[in-house]
């Protein structure tokens, strides 16, 4: 469990800069322009965030010296999970939201609000994010809704895959300082 939790500091690094560096929020904020979150939301995702993710998180393993069948469940697990946590589901998880991500604990990530942008990064375990101040469960509320305020992307797998390496989605063309911190 320990190698598996220290696996998952990776993954959550991994995800912080993709929200942090400049270039790099272009190509994951088209996983967070989904607008109604739905089973499929955690589908959305640019091949240049899915390639440096799953990096950060398959080569802690291979260096651990990880079976063949620990990738293989792990694949399983992530693709199950990644399901239930952008559905669109109020279920109440109780005591378990605490122990590991929940939908309504990933909806606060990518809710559209920005006094609560920059908060719960971690793909599986919330103590990670309380370990680094980014750990925000209110409850049993629900942000008002999801996607991105600030930016516009065109319509298309062709035309989204493009976009981040051409234009910047956001109006205006923004510096980094003058936006919202997602």
């Given at each position: 469990?320990?190698?598996?939790?220290?696996?998952?500091?990776?993954?959550?690094?991994?995800?912080?800069?993709?929200?942090?560096?400049?270039?790099?929020?272009?190509?994951?904020?088209i996983h967070?322009?989904?607008?109604?979150?739905?089973?499929?939301?955690?589908?959305?995702?640019?091949?240049?965030?899915?390639?440096?993710?799953?990096s950060?998180?398959?080569?802690?393993?291979?260096?651990?010296?990880?079976?063949?069948?620990?990738?293989?469940?792990?694949?399983?697990?992530?693709?199950?999970h990644?399901?239930?946590?952008?559905?669109?589901?109020?279920?109440?998880?109780?005591?378990?939201?605490?122990?590991?991500?929940?939908?309504?604990?990933?909806?606060?990530?990518?809710?559209?609000?920005?006094?609560?942008?920059?908060?719960n990064?971690?793909?599986?375990?919330?103590?990670?994010?309380?370990?680094?101040?980014?750990?925000?469960?209110?409850?049993?509320?629900?942000?008002?809704?999801?996607?991105?305020?600030?930016?516009?992307?065109p319509?298309?797998?062709?035309?989204?895959?493009?976009?981040?390496?051409?234009?910047?989605?956001?109006?205006?063309?923004?510096?980094?300082?003058?936006?919202?911190e997602?």
């Amino acid at each position: 469990m320990a190698c598996f939790s220290g696996h998952r500091f990776f993954q959550y690094w991994a995800h912080r800069i993709f929200h942090s560096h400049y270039f790099l929020w272009r190509f994951h904020s088209i996983h967070h322009s989904t607008e109604n979150m739905d089973w499929l939301a955690g589908s959305r995702t640019h091949f240049i965030d899915i390639f440096f993710t799953r990096s950060m998180s398959y080569i802690p393993l291979y260096v651990l010296g990880f079976s063949t069948l620990t990738f293989h469940v792990y694949i399983v697990f992530i693709a199950i999970h990644a399901v239930l946590i952008h559905a669109n589901t109020s279920i109440n998880f109780g005591f378990l939201k605490y122990v590991i991500t929940t939908p309504q604990y990933h909806h606060w990530h990518h809710c559209k609000e920005p006094e609560h942008y920059g908060k719960n990064f971690a793909v599986v375990f919330p103590f990670i994010d309380k370990l680094f101040g980014t750990y925000y469960l209110p409850g049993n509320e629900w942000p008002k809704g999801t996607g991105l305020i600030e930016a516009s992307f065109p319509k298309g797998f062709l035309k989204q895959f493009v976009f981040p390496f051409v234009k910047n989605p956001f109006k205006n063309d923004l510096l980094p300082e003058e936006r919202s911190e997602r």
